[in-house]
């Protein structure tokens, strides 16, 4: 992603916070709300890289 650690930490947080992910082991997160994950797939990623 090309930005600072420190920049995805608090999008992580905050996340976290929210309760729409948890931290499952060092580095890795899993989605709490159902089918966010293919939410996320199928339209953000294809808003950021046009695909």
């Not at 090309?2 to 999008?11: D, Q």
């Not at 899993?30 to 293919?38: G, I, K, M, N, V």
Request: net charge negative; no cysteine.
């Amino acid at each position: 992603m090309n930005v600072e650690v420190s920049y995805t930490s608090a999008y992580r947080n905050r996340m976290i916070a929210a309760e729409l992910i948890h931290p499952t082991s060092y580095g890795y997160v899993d989605f709490t709300l159902p089918y966010l994950r293919e939410y996320l797939r199928e339209h953000i990623i294809t808003e950021i890289y046009g695909d």
